[in-house]
């Protein structure tokens, strides 16, 4: 029986957006067929060369092969020094042009987006190119007269280069392909959405059932059909996660307690009376245990087990803390209460390794979740820590340290609590 999974019900829909990108791609301009690569991945091996066929082109075809080379700078690994220096000159070279000819740019969100792809990467690389900068940016907040739907676009080129959030103002949901170009850029430049407000989970959910009923796009628009097919896969990939998160996002969860323990209840005062003050001590491995369950278990249910037996050798049955069995991963949960802990708890890891992998087809892989109650923290200690676990088995996937909240007392103080 075929499991009626995301991928398989969204698959005829992404195979007709493949093909209708495919056929497009041909005729497509230089511009689009620059950010429909950037959409899709990184740059391809032979990223250097097509830049430099592309800056040659520029010379004729002018600012769509500029915008194409723009793309793939942003995506590329590390670049000669004369394929720079070959963007910068025909940058220069556009803004040296009679007014007419930079007003295409006015008109065309994607071309202007790869330019300032291009010149974000010159700006990483230390080059001086201040003045084009500030050009481009002219160009981007003055008028537009491109499709609304790309003006989002617009908004990151600028922000790539000055970051003064023009992001935060919220894209119109009811346009359909506007709302699906801004979840796409928001998964290429996560960082340029730091300050932006998250898309609403029923406008992500109308996204969704319109890519699948909605007119696809035909042949001949490769920006529309890249981006609805980036737009679907996104949202087929949260949905899995969701369904069955992987150890990425298990490692995330853990990363995320040390925020969750900013509303930790330490009451000085009762809040009724008679009542004594409610006070949520965690003293030891077992308290943060009866923690972390709480954080897991609404994301992955009946697949997490805790504290169970796992076959042993000799006299020794090793008990594992957590273990989520659709990931064959277990969460090995350890407590620092003092400086000289933080041997003990390598070799500790160590010992255990052995032991818990013993049966690989139930477990495979670890995640550490290190608390730490020292009550001198010693977090410059932390990241050699990682290291030293992380080296001693590569089935070791993450070392996740989080320190204990500071409204909770010294330990040589909790004797009165």
Same mark, same amino acid.
């Given at each position: 029986m075929v499991p009626l999974t995301p991928t398989f019900l969204l698959a005829p829909r992404l195979a007709e957006l493949r093909t209708v990108a495919a056929m497009?791609?041909?005729?497509? &301009?230089?511009?689009?067929?620059?950010?429909?690569?950037?959409?899709? &991945?990184?740059?391809?091996?032979?990223?250097?060369?097509?830049?430099?066929?592309?800056?040659a082109d520029a010379a004729y075809g002018g600012i769509p092969d500029v915008a194409f080379a723009g793309f793939l700078l942003g995506a590329a690994g590390p670049l000669p020094e004369t394929v720079l220096d070959g963007f910068l000159s025909a940058v220069e070279r556009i803004r040296g042009r009679p007014k007419a000819g930079r007003d295409q740019l006015v008109g065309d969100d994607i071309a202007l987006l790869g330019i300032a792809e291009g010149l974000s990467r010159l700006m990483a690389e230390g080059r001086a190119v201040a003045d084009a900068v500030a050009w481009l940016i002219a160009i981007a907040d003055g008028p537009a007269s491109g499709p609304d739907w790309t003006r989002r676009a617009r908004a990151l080129a600028a922000d790539r280069l000055d970051r003064r959030g023009r992001l935060r103002a919220d894209v119109e949901t009811d346009d359909f392909d506007a709302f699906a170009l801004d979840l796409c850029l928001r998964r290429v430049w996560p960082a340029c959405f730091h300050s932006a407000g998250h898309p609403a989970r029923a406008a992500q959910q109308s996204l969704f059932a319109r890519l699948l009923s909605e007119p696809c796009p035909i042949a001949g628009e490769l920006e529309r059909s890249v981006v609805w097919l980036v737009a679907a896969n996104a949202l087929v990939q949260a949905a899995v996660l969701e369904l069955v998160p992987d150890v990425d996002r298990v490692v995330d969860l853990l990363e995320r307690t040390q925020g969750a323990l900013k509303r930790w209840v330490w009451d000085e005062r009762a809040s009724r009376r008679d009542a004594a003050p409610a006070r949520w001590l965690i003293d030891s491995e077992a308290h943060v245990q009866a923690f972390l369950w709480a954080m897991l278990y609404p994301a992955f249910g009946d697949q997490l087990r805790d504290e169970q037996y796992l076959p042993g050798f000799g006299l020794k049955q090793p008990r594992y803390d957590f273990g989520i069995l659709n990931l064959k991963l277990i969460i090995e949960v350890k407590m620092l209460r003092a400086s000289t802990d933080f041997r003990a708890i390598e070799e500790q890891i160590a010992g255990d390794i052995g032991l818990y992998f013993s049966d690989p087809a139930r477990f495979d892989q670890m995640v550490v979740y290190i608390y730490d109650d020292c009550d001198a923290p010693r977090p410059e200690r932390h990241d050699s820590l990682r290291t030293a676990i992380l080296q001693r088995d590569a089935r070791v996937k993450a070392v996740v340290i989080v320190r204990r909240p500071g409204m909770l007392p010294d330990r040589h103080q909790r004797g009165s609590v």
């Open positions: 497009s791609e041909p005729s497509a &301009g230089a511009a689009s067929r620059g950010f429909a690569r950037r959409l899709q &991945g990184a740059a391809p091996d032979d990223a250097p060369a097509l830049i430099e066929q592309a800056l």
